[in-house]
């Protein structure tokens, strides 16, 4: 069983830029999650991917944005950057099966983004 | 909204020592909930879950939670630490139906537990 992989591990970007992460989910996995995690806080939920489909987003701005790939894997794209986009990106895949009580989400290493 | 909070921020214990990390949550229906923990350097990991049955669940490595409903609580245990154990803990919170954005994890700050030797 394959886990969750993302790349790359780190990222130096400039303000105003663009940037592109990666994110391979588990195998068999079909939704991923993607949230940004500040140093000394919890992750904050950027958005969610379920069968190639955005399901639901968190408070980020539209300049955040996401694509899932029909083998399941996921992209996370930040335009314009900014100096608060500096953090740690985390991306979760799950199996989301209709009638189940929940997903357990499983994380990969992260991609840690500094925007100078 | 919805919220989680730890209590405690920074825990020092020696090893050998009990655990209790303490987590409340605020969301009126149920819920799934979620204790994860992130070694110095590695990704975070689950630990154990809660979705339902048994409100004392166990998890990896010794620990358990016991969801209390009433109290709107999910704290974690571990009767004796080790060393190894040092790592920064969180607690996470979803709503469980199956709608929308309701499948987003709700996180707790994080505790951050160092075990001296």
């Known amino acids: 069983e394959t886990g969750v992989t993302q790349s790359p591990t780190h990222l130096i970007k400039t303000r105003g830029q663009q940037v592109t992460l990666r994110c391979s989910s588990q195998?068999?996995?079909?939704?991923v999650s993607w949230y940004q995690q500040a140093l000394g806080q919890g992750p904050q939920f950027i958005f969610q991917?379920?069968?190639?489909?955005?399901?639901g987003r968190g408070n980020f701005p539209p300049r955040f944005s996401g694509l899932q790939f029909p083998n399941y894997s996921s992209e996370l794209n930040v335009n314009a950057l900014e100096l608060d986009d500096s953090a740690l990106y985390l991306c979760?895949?799950?199996?989301?099966?209709?009638?189940?009580?929940?997903?357990?989400?499983?994380f990969g290493p992260g991609t840690r983004l500094t925007v100078l | 909204a919805q919220s989680v909070s730890q209590h405690n921020h920074h825990v020092i214990l020696s090893e050998a020592a009990s655990l209790e990390l303490g987590c409340n949550y605020s969301?009126?229906?149920?819920?799934?909930l979620f204790w994860y923990v992130q070694y110095p350097g590695q990704h975070l990991q689950l630990l154990l879950k809660?979705?339902?049955?048994d409100p004392l669940v166990k998890g990896i490595k010794g620990f358990e939670a016991e969801f209390i409903k009433s109290k709107f609580s999910f704290n974690l245990r571990k009767p004796s630490v080790q060393w190894s154990d040092t790592a920064e803990y969180f607690c996470?919170?979803?709503?469980?139906?199956?709608?929308?954005?309701?499948?987003?994890?709700?996180w707790g700050l994080g505790t951050s537990l160092a075990v001296n030797p």
């Open positions: 969301y009126g229906g149920t819920v799934n």
């Open positions: 996470a919170v979803t709503p469980s139906n199956w709608a929308g954005n309701n499948r987003k994890l709700i």
């Open positions: 979760a895949s799950s199996l989301i099966l209709a009638g189940d009580l929940g997903d357990t989400q499983y």
């Open positions: 809660y979705f339902s049955g």
């Open positions: 991917y379920y069968r190639e489909e955005e399901n």
């Open positions: 195998s068999g996995h079909n939704t």
